[in-house]
């Protein structure tokens, strides 16, 4: 069965489509974030890595570290942690997911 409709009326039903993604896409942060299993980063924080700041310089920062105590708290030499915000190193996977773990940020978070 063939069913023909305008093109005005598939781009309606589209545009409702895509309002319909966008409200349950929000619903469903809305109930993480109740729940407690989902944390907002701030507009601030989100901008600067937006516009090229490195993701564990701004993350640290944002979690109250320098470079030295977040050596402390994840165990990767501080040396490490600068040449990863510098650019210089990109970090090896276990050394991102102990950075991450420290910074309670997900190992992609950290990756530009």
Do not use: C, H
């Amino acid at each position: 069965m063939n069913v023909t409709i305008s093109k005005e009326e598939y781009d309606r039903l589209l545009e409702a489509a895509q309002t319909l993604a966008d409200l349950q896409a929000y619903d469903r942060t809305m109930a993480a974030l109740d729940s407690g299993e989902e944390e907002l980063i701030p507009a601030e924080t989100a901008n600067r890595i937006l516009n090229g700041e490195s993701p564990l310089a701004v993350f640290r920062e944002w979690r109250g570290y320098n470079q030295s105590s977040l050596a402390k708290a994840s165990g990767v030499n501080r040396v490490q942690i600068a040449d990863i915000e510098a650019g210089r190193s990109s970090g090896s996977v276990a050394t991102l997911k102990k950075l991450a773990d420290a910074l309670q940020v997900s190992i992609d978070d950290l990756v530009a």
